[in-house]
């Protein structure tokens, strides 16, 4: 008999504890052993995938979720190296980054540890679960995990690799666990007691969801609605290309773009030559009054501005400036990725400290916002709130941290006496042996 969502909590917290103590080497020989179980059961997941892909298909999946939830060899090969780059991260727990002296013999550390059990409710990428179980299993969490209803073969076939890897390294049974209905969800969102944190991928609407029907803190990574701004001054060969790339390399993730913005000074030049190279890789634009006078196409309503398509459709305005574009980003956008196209290091700086977004870049593609080449090994999402992790969250979002004090028999009744008092000096970040 299947487990219940509470037993599995119960015995995910009895494994955090176990897992938070778990030396490097175990933690990360089961990122090298899941990595090995992938390429070994490299058939089998595919052939999971195929029939997840299959039914989806039947069932109408839009084109852009379909592309999300297809594994391919060089997805999997990408997910193997992904696990083998995280091994030869440094290790994220036991770090001291606070160390005084409160007073000769009374020494304070503050040192990065697990947050504990964490639910994790994420889309129909396949890839999204084993990334996410790494970085878990990298931070000492213990984590459960519930995919879309349309990978759900697939998600089998990856879990079984994980906890036949996680097994064969010693680390406690529960450490990684698979949710499978509407209802796993809703009885894990009531487990307060049990769970530390609830990380949830998808839209706005469903992040608030989560957060309305849950006493347990909510980490949102909500959708992302991406803008691209070509500024007066740029260089519009790159502008071409940085929109072309921002745009088409990958059209149903969420640091696509899905808003052009361009000054009024460059449009002329830049909108025909650009609409071209997007219309070549099959994109439909919807343009605001001033982009249609210079290129044909269908108008955008008040909702494109506030659209993430996920498709071959790019939103495009016109502004009169720098600021007009800002204000467009900070009225519309979802606080996510946003780029500017500029010759001007002065309109850069501009942007940089007044678009209010977890990632903001300067002449790249929005493509770019991505916590795998951040460097961070892999990335549980993008969170576009501003509280606790911002932006590509990698293992220092999953860590949170605890205060140490090494004292030699201090009372607070002594220093209320003054028998000693407070020096607090700054001590070297490293714990005492």
């Known amino acids: 008999m299947p487990q219940s969502v509470t037993d599995m909590a119960l015995e995910a917290r009895q494994a955090a504890l176990l897992l938070a103590c778990a030396g490097e080497t175990a933690r990360n020989n089961a990122l090298l052993a899941i990595a090995q179980g992938i390429d070994d059961h490299l058939d089998s997941i595919l052939e999971a995938n195929r029939q997840d892909v299959q039914q989806a298909t039947e069932e109408g999946l839009s084109a852009p979720l379909l592309s999300r939830l297809k594994l391919t060899r060089e997805k999997c090969a990408r997910m193997s190296q992904g696990l083998v780059a995280l091994r030869w991260l440094p290790d994220p727990l036991g770090k001291v980054d606070y160390a005084k002296e409160l007073s000769p013999g009374l020494n304070l550390f503050r040192v990065s540890c697990p947050i504990g059990v964490i639910g994790v409710i994420f889309e129909s990428r396949p890839d999204a679960l084993v990334q996410i179980a790494s970085l878990c299993l990298k931070t000492g969490n213990a984590v459960l995990l519930k995919g879309g209803r349309e990978a759900a073969r697939t998600n089998e076939a990856l879990m079984e690799v994980i906890l036949q890897a996680t097994n ?100 002329g030049a ?23 006078a210079v290129i044909d196409c269908e108008p955008a ?48 700086r501009a942007f940089f400290e007044r678009v209010d977004s977890a990632d903001v870049f300067h002449n790249c593609s929005t493509r770019f916002s991505d916590g795998f080449l951040f460097g961070f090994g892999a990335e549980v999402g993008i969170a576009t709130g501003k509280l606790h992790a911002r932006g590509p969250m990698g293992m220092e979002g999953l860590c949170t941290y605890k205060y140490r004090l090494y004292g030699s028999g201090q009372t607070l009744s002594d220093l209320n006496a003054g028998s000693f008092s407070l020096t607090h000096q700054d001590l070297e970040p490293k714990l005492p042996n």
């Open 301 to 348: 309503t008040e909702e494109d501005w506030r659209t993430e398509y996920l498709d071959a459709i790019l939103s495009v305005r016109v502004v009169d400036d720098l600021q007009a574009a800002i204000d467009h980003i900070n009225r519309y956008g979802s606080h996510h990725t946003d780029s500017i196209v500029t010759s001007s290091d002065a309109h850069a």
């Open 168 to 267: 064969a390294c010693g680390l406690p049974q529960g450490c990684c666990g698979l949710l499978h209905s509407r209802q796993d969800v809703a009885e894990m969102l009531r487990l307060h007691d049990l769970i530390d944190l609830i990380i949830p991928r998808g839209s706005n609407a469903f992040v608030r969801y989560i957060m309305q029907n849950s006493e347990i803190p909510v980490l949102g990574h909500a959708e992302g609605l991406c803008h691209l701004y070509v500024d007066d001054p740029c260089d519009l060969d790159m502008a071409v290309r940085l929109t072309v790339d921002s745009k088409t390399q990958n059209l149903s993730v969420c640091n696509a773009t899905e808003t052009l913005l361009v000054h009024q000074g460059v449009a």
């Open 270 to 292: 830049f909108l025909p030559r650009a609409a071209q190279a997007l219309r070549e890789k099959g994109v439909q634009l919807r343009a605001d009054e001033a982009a249609r």
